[in-house]
């Protein structure tokens, strides 16, 4: 079956500071994997997809099939991305949103 | 273009009322869901459409139906509302040929009391 983990539940750095959520996933074919965002009183939204290999608002992703995970980082946190950040996978080809998401990171970026 | 628009934002209803969960999209997009999200969990996926007339279960459909009667609209109904359907529901749309890029509306909280 297909899972999304994301271990962290809350997670807090300071501005300036780097960040990682981390997300993992366990499914016996080829996925794709994304992150969403949703930052306070707005929609959730995409924030990147692997397959795109991009740097979206300074953070990236790298997915790494050998310890199935997909961590997303970035070097130095803002105050402005602190939000809900869910990993999401899909079935690799697939055109279809029939995505699997975890249960989410509260990120905080203290001043 | 308003994007994907949900009706209504809160609802409380009584253990066995019905209600429909309205979603539109103005963005001409063929796909649409509907998932919902329980407290500390991750979306799971409901209902899905491809197009007009055709719709398909997703990971949870029990105590759910749903209608494609137009590309715009999709709503979600509730027959026999039960306490464990009580949670945020969120109706999504994408493009075809768009790999995983959804469009989310802003959500209906539902209670069932």
Redesign the interface.
Known sequence: AQRVTQPEKLLSVFKGAPVELKCNYSYSGSPELFWYVQYSRQRLQLLLRHISRESIKGFTADLNKGETSFHLKKPFAQEEDSAMYYCALNYRGSTLGRLYFGRGTQLTVWP | NA??TQTPKFRILKIGQSMTLQCAQDMNHN?M?W?RQDP??????IY?S?GAGITDK?EVPNGYNVSRSTTEDFPLRLELAAPSQTSVY?C?S?H????????????SRLTVL
């Open positions: 994007g994907v796909y869901y998932y500390g969990m991750g979306l799971k996926l899905y491809v997703g969120f999504a994408s075809q040929g768009s790999t995983g890029e959804l469009f989310f509306g802003e959500g």
